[in-house]
């Protein structure tokens, strides 16, 4: 299998692919664990007496150079985890960066700027994958939140280097993800919140074959009863996706998996509400009101549900968290995971900040780096980025 620990890396100029989209304000950089988290690959690569070359994408500049998404912030964080000397280079392509790359010696590390300030990145573009690919003789990907994009630096420059890998973050989470969906310890459940059920309906139809439970909260889990045939007031409803939510759930009952809705819930006005207007069974929430959060009750039935379980993936939230009056949801369904004895891995971006503001990283198995390419791989769907290295 083409991993990192598997390719000879010694004397050779090494481009690493890597997530580094971290939130930036003002210059200064809010939370750096997607930078923490590509640091073993970098260190590796150093370790083993070879000079490093990282490229990522920060924000979506839509192939313009934009000030406000330089990736100078990170060299500088970067520079400070790494305890050594960061070159910052003035684009990701070119004969500057050419000269630049050609110069690295052994230890040396190169950080590329933002690769979306170039039009050819997001379009595949074989000469931009061209000019990537000749910085270095070996290509890691690490990046395992873009492999689901066919992108310059994901799949074209695979095609115009010596050696292509993956990276010990992107190995990690394909082994962790891979092991969910293929080989389960039981009970297995699967935790599905959030928004949308547009985005979840893949993952719970592709996962129908393997999981035992399935507890639906958050937005999405108002189409499942609005299926039902319950009045869920002003909350929101994808109303074309009620019938398929209906058959997702008869199709799961009749493989004998328990599916698991919200019993009560909070609710609010709005989204900004300062508290809740009160705690309701699901059956009587007022015409006037949004399902905000899950109740007292439903908590503790959800928590019952994970208490024994052995593999548990958990995407997307339990309410509005971000307000604070409506958090306490996810904030107990985040603790009652961080409870489970087995495997569990959380993914998706709101639900990663969750976990980190709760403090329960550590008390989970695998935190996914992944938003969208999370999602598509538990659909089951091969990922470009992974396609494109032969895994």
């Known amino acids: 299998m083409p991993y990192l620990d598997q390719t000879q890396v010694q004397g050779k100029r090494v481009l690493v692919r890597s997530d580094l989209n971290v939130p930036i304000d003002q210059g200064n950089i809010r939370d750096d664990n997607r930078i923490r988290a590509s640091l073993p690959t970098y260190k590796y690569i150093l370790d083993q007496g070879a000079s490093l070359i990282i490229c990522s994408h920060l924000g979506k500049p839509k192939g313009q150079k934009d000030p406000s998404l330089s990736l100078n912030p990170v060299a500088e964080r970067l520079q400070e985890l790494l305890g050594r000397e960061v070159k910052m280079a003035p684009d990701c392509v070119g004969d ?19 690769l979306r300030f170039q039009p050819g990145e997001t379009k595949n573009d074989p000469d931009f994958s061209r000019q990537l690919a000749s910085l ?18 994901v799949v074209g420059v695979t095609e115009h280097v010596q050696t292509a890998c993956a990276g010990f973050l992107l190995q990690k ?11 389960p310890e039981h009970p297995f459940v699967l935790v599905a919140g959030g928004a949308k059920v547009s985005t ?6 592709n996962l129908l074959d393997t999981v035992d439970r399935i507890i639906v909260g958050g937005a999405m889990a108002n189409t499942f009863l609005r299926s039902m045939g319950v009045s ?36 609010g006005t709005d989204l900004k509400a300062v508290k809740p207007s009160g705690i309701f069974p699901f059956q009587d929430v007022p015409a006037n009101e949004m399902i905000l959060d899950i109740g007292p009750a439903t908590h503790t039935l959800f928590a019952e549900v994970l208490r024994d379980a052995k593999t548990v993936v958990w995407n997307g939230p339990m309410g509005a968290f971000e307000n604070p009056s409506f958090s306490q949801g996810s904030v107990g369904l985040a603790q009652s995971v961080a409870k489970v004895e087995g495997l569990t891995i959380v993914g998706g971006g709101d639900t990663d900040s969750l976990v980190h503001t709760c403090g329960l990283v550590e008390s989970m198995s695998f935190i996914s780096t992944g938003g969208g390419s999370f999602l598509e791989f538990l659909e089951g769907k091969k990922l470009p980025g992974i396609k494109a290295l032969g895994l």
């Open 136 to 153: 270095a003789e070996i290509y890691v990907n690490d990046a395992f939140g873009v492999v689901h994009r066919a992108h310059a630096s």
């Open 232 to 267: 869920v007031g002003s909350s929101k409803v994808e109303d074309d996706l009620i019938e398929q939510a209906l058959e997702t759930m008869k199709t799961a009952r009749s493989k004998g998996i328990s599916f698991y809705l919200p019993v009560d819930c909070l609710t």
């Open 173 to 183: 989470e394909i082994e962790y993800l891979g092991k969910a969906l293929s080989s």
């Open 200 to 205: 979840k309906l893949g993952i719970l139809t």
């Open 96 to 114: 500057e960066v050419q000269a630049l790359a050609d110069s690295l010696q052994p230890g040396d590390v190169l950080l590329l700027e933002n």
